[in-house]
């Protein structure tokens, strides 16, 4: 059986409380974000633990997972300016209090967690290594919706990208650029029912023009945007990050 703990604490970044649960006993940490808002424990519930019970069970990976906060104001409609400074909390919150967590219960004040997020729990992943290279070892966006606009609905006049989480991605520059340089970012979609792959095409794009590599998978048509296409592939692709 897999293990399991949960956490709860307060946080002055946010009116709620800060939740994490982590599944597993020993092995690389991985934070994986929930997809449209969801909870901390929104993937225990779609089965995508179950899918990763190998890996766990052998110790090759501790999975970790927070509340989807940023998406889920997206979804609420909020300004862009509202998003940008939640985006800035939500941010400091994984850095400065979620990293450290996982570091302590790792028992290793420098291991570098693995990120993955799917839907719109990917550009949090890829914004995240981005933003910090220097403590995230790689980063796994799956069946990513990167070009967020500000009206999450798609209705007119709401053409313009909202500003985070990968907003300056296509202008990094210096030092933060050469660590994420050295980093490994994996970028895969399915071709099939709501699947998007122009946006992970684009990002692809975007980061090689940075000089930064990204492997990009395009998973064929079969391939809708469901958790079963995440629990069915996500496994095979950490496996190489471990």
Request: charged share 20%.
């Amino acid at each position: 059986m897999i293990q399991k703990q949960a956490w709860t604490w307060t946080t002055p970044r946010f009116p709620e409380p800060a939740r994490m649960s982590r599944w597993g006993h020993f092995g690389t940490p991985v934070l994986i974000f929930p997809t449209a808002g969801g909870d901390f424990e929104e993937i225990e519930r779609f089965h995508l633990i179950d899918s990763l019970g190998e890996l766990i069970e052998r110790g090759r990976l501790k999975a970790y997972s927070v509340d989807g906060l940023w998406a889920r104001a997206w979804l609420s409609g909020q300004t862009p300016a509202g998003l940008e400074r939640l985006y800035d909390g939500y941010d400091s919150f994984l850095y400065e209090e979620a990293l450290p967590r996982i570091r302590q219960d790792c028992r290793d004040p420098r291991i570098e967690p693995v990120l993955v997020g799917a839907s719109l729990g990917a550009p949090i992943a890829i914004g995240t290594l981005c933003r910090h290279p220097d403590s995230f070892r790689a980063a796994i966006g799956m069946s990513g919706i990167y070009h967020l606009t500000q009206d999450p609905c798609g209705n007119a006049g709401a053409q313009q990208p909202a500003l985070a989480p990968l907003a300056g991605v296509a202008h990094l520059a210096g030092q933060p650029l050469e660590r994420l340089r050295r980093r490994v970012i994996i970028l895969g979609s399915g071709e099939g029912e709501y699947e998007n792959s122009a946006d992970s095409r684009r990002l692809s794009e975007i980061l090689a023009a940075q000089g930064v590599a990204c492997r990009l998978s395009l998973w064929g048509p079969e391939r809708d945007h469901t958790w079963s296409t995440w629990r069915a592939l996500l496994a095979t692709t950490l496996a190489d990050q471990l």
